[in-house]
């Protein structure tokens, strides 16, 4: 394999920043995401936020990681990080999201 290890990671430092907060919901929006989803990470607990936008994203950009590895096209790690950080905030801040099956299924 061309890029070493095919995996996609957010960076510890990055992610800390969101660990123990919440974006601003709406009136119903943090039950509707809990209900909704969130997946089960442990015995009655389910993500929160941050997690659920880490899995999302470091999926998506593992799926293009391993596409650049597959047809043999360039890939910068550093580049990739900003986008995914970029892309989280973004999320984030709710100026987007993916359909919600992305949400749960990413």
Same mark, same amino acid.
């Given at each position: 394999m061309k890029h070493g290890?095919?995996?996609?990671?957010?960076?510890?430092? /990055?992610?800390?920043?969101f660990k123990n907060k919440q974006p601003k919901w709406?009136?119903?929006?943090?039950?509707? /995401?809990?209900r909704t989803y969130a997946r089960?990470?442990?015995k009655n607990k389910t993500e929160e936020f941050w997690q659920t936008l880490q899995?999302?994203?470091?999926? $998506?950009f593992?799926?293009?990681?391993k596409? $650049?590895?597959?047809?043999?096209l360039p890939w910068d790690n550093r580049k990739a990080?900003?986008?995914?950080?970029?892309? /989280?905030?973004?999320?984030?801040? /709710?100026k987007f999201l993916p359909p919600g099956r992305g949400l749960w299924s990413m």
């Open positions: 290890d095919i995996e996609f990671k957010l960076s510890d430092i /990055f992610i800390n920043k709406g009136p119903l929006g943090y039950f509707t /995401f809990k089960t990470i442990g899995r999302v994203i470091e999926g $998506c593992l799926i293009q990681k596409h $650049c590895d597959q047809f043999s990080q900003s986008s995914a950080q970029e892309m /989280f905030t973004r999320m984030w801040q /709710f």
